[in-house]
């Protein structure tokens, strides 16, 4: 338990280095999720348009 | 709408570079005699004198210098001194490395222009729905071993690394902030490259793949920016200094990504809007060797580039880490990189067939 509370603990420098690397995950997950999305945002938008013209047929 | 290219452009814009390479030019001093211990880089005559700027970043560098690692040989400056007395082996190897590297990019990029063109000339929109469905085979297995490396990396950095003589832990975020940096440039050098292909050749991939590389490079220039300004908050007792050639450089890239999505976004015409960040992203590549060469060439706070294979430079513990993370980046770029193509195929190609039955199928 207190090498785990020393190692969160970064020697004091905890701040810094945390902060650093917590938005560094956030940018790369955001990074990853956002195209995922866009891309069935995109199908969707698609499918609704051919479900539409199938219909006026 | 078409976008010719006007050569007397280039011509200025090569005018420009080298009145400003003139300006610029640093005049450094040789090599005097013994390093004496408390080197910093005035004592081994890296002192550059040139002009109003130059001395601006002089006063700037000695005021922040002394807030906190003045006398002492830290890191910082330990690097710049190692990187001038190294032996020539190292040096020799390091530069193979980066030269395989550009290699590597080219050749990526020529596999790419070769392949679309190949297929493309068979059946043009045929090569698009290929890229589309192979890149979804290829997205797992870069995105495991990203995460696979991701882990090894953080582990090796976290844990075992040891602490650096000055820096203390703080130093640990180099095993993001060096992979964000140098992934961010490497990604505008590919997506000049996709960019010239796209321009020359008309070859669409090649464009979607330059549109797709932006907002990824953005990302890591901030990332690289913002790990930057937590590590010199830490350990330079300042979190931004307006003036540092390396930050700003970076910044100014930073910019140029923004601006380079700003205007393939605001440009209607797919291939018109192509055509135009082209452009924009060829002229634009001054940056690149700026931002690499800041920190050797002027005097900068931010400290010289590590030689990862010099043992004088950097301990193996701390660089084995180093080197995982910076292929775990690559690997996690080339898996998002492919992300955004499929969304871009997607957008691009909404008005076929096959893109209505992949819809359909979804």
Redesign the interface.
């Known amino acids: 338990m207190k090498t785990l509370i020393d190692f969160f603990y970064m020697g004091g420098d905890w701040g810094y280095v945390w902060s650093a690397y917590s938005i560094t995950a956030i940018f790369m997950l955001a990074n990853m999720l956002l195209p995922l999305r866009r891309r069935r945002k995109l199908l969707a938008q698609i499918k609704r348009k051919v479900d539409k013209g199938k219909n006026r047929k | 709408m078409k976008i010719r290219i006007n050569f007397n452009y280039f011509l200025l814009s090569l005018g420009c570079l080298l009145l400003l390479s003139l300006l610029l030019a640093p005049h450094t001093q040789p090599l005097q005699g013994a390093i004496p211990p408390e080197t910093n880089a005035k004592a081994i005559g890296y002192q550059t004198e040139f002009g109003p700027i130059g001395t601006g970043i002089t006063v700037f560098k000695r005021r922040v210098l002394n807030s906190r690692f003045s006398s002492d040989t830290t890191l910082l400056n330990k690097e710049k001194v190692e990187q001038m007395i190294q032996p020539k082996g190292t040096r020799r190897f390091d530069r193979n490395f980066w030269l395989a590297e550009l290699l590597f990019i080219v050749l990526i990029a020529y596999g790419f222009g070769r392949y679309d063109s190949i297929t493309g000339f068979i059946k043009k929109t045929g090569s698009l729905k290929y890229t589309y469905h192979l890149s979804a085979r290829f997205i797992p297995w870069l995105?495991a071993i990203a995460v696979l490396l991701l882990l090894i990396g953080l582990v090796d950095g976290?844990?075992f690394a040891p602490?650096d003589a000055k820096q203390?832990?703080?130093y640990?975020?180099i095993f993001?902030?060096v992979p964000?940096s140098s992934i961010s440039l490497q990604l505008y050098v590919f997506m000049a490259l996709m960019a010239a292909i796209g321009l020359i050749w008309h070859i669409k991939i090649a464009e979607i793949l330059a549109a797709a590389a932006a907002?990824?490079g953005a990302?890591l220039t901030?990332?690289s920016l913002?790990?930057g300004s937590?590590?010199g908050?830490?350990t330079w007792n300042t979190f931004w200094e307006w003036g540092d050639p390396r930050m700003m450089s970076v910044l100014i890239l930073l910019f140029i990504y923004l601006s380079i999505m700003g205007l393939n976004s605001a440009i209607e015409d797919r291939r018109t809007a192509a055509s135009a960040t082209a452009i924009l992203t060829l002229s634009a590549l001054v940056i690149i060797p700026f931002v690499i060469l800041s920190v050797n060439y002027f005097n900068t706070l931010h400290q010289a580039q590590t030689q990862i294979f010099n043992k004088n430079s950097m301990d193996p513990r701390m660089a084995r880490p180093l080197v995982i993370m910076i292929f775990a980046f690559m690997f996690?770029t080339a898996?998002?990189l492919l992300?955004?193509v499929?969304?871009e195929i997607?957008?691009s190609e909404?008005n076929t067939q096959w893109?209505?039955e992949?819809?359909?199928g979804?």
């Open positions: 995105t976290l844990v602490i203390k832990d703080a640990r975020i993001i902030h964000a907002p990824l990302a901030a990332i913002i790990t937590i590590w908050g830490g996690y898996a998002t992300m955004r499929r969304a997607i957008h909404r893109v209505s992949e819809a359909a979804s």
